[in-house]
């Protein structure tokens, strides 16, 4: 799949996931996800989604819809739309399957595909991750992955209106 699918084929609504979701479990694919805003793809994202990877056969990437980014992040963002960030990351070789969620978490998302794997950065500790509970409760579990120091989207921004 990763290297055969074209960016917009990897890129699915919610109901379209869980049915690819279904086929890939049935394929005994071991399913990973992580989620995010990924406005400003940074060094700290590619570690991130690389080593998400890795834990698995299949990397789905929950990516916050644009209304979702402006009421966490403030309405200056996102800064790029949902749209470019959906095919900048489904372009990535190492993500299977982009989908949107409009909510301010993927508990919903996470809720419908039931992923093997959930993932998300360090500044998280494991109960304090939105699915947790449902990833554990059907078998899954639940991995951290150490922040790269140095890299954030806030501090891109910050560090170009310097300039």
Known sequence: M?????????IYNRIDLARQVERWKLLNKKVVFTNGCFDILHKGHIELLSKAAQLGDIL?????????VKK???EERPVNDENFRSEIMAGLLIVDAVSLFEEDTPYELIETIVPDILVK??????????????????????????LVKGYSTTGIIQKIREL
């Open 2 to 10: 990763k290297n055969s699918a074209s960016v917009k084929d990897k």
């Open 60 to 68: 789905i990437v929950g990516l916050n819809a644009d209304s979702s």
């Open 72 to 74: 966490l992040k403030g």
């Open 121 to 146: 950065g360090g500044d998280y500790k494991p109960e304090d991750v939105v699915g947790a509970e449902t990833v554990i409760k059907n078998g899954g579990n639940v991995e951290i992955i150490p």
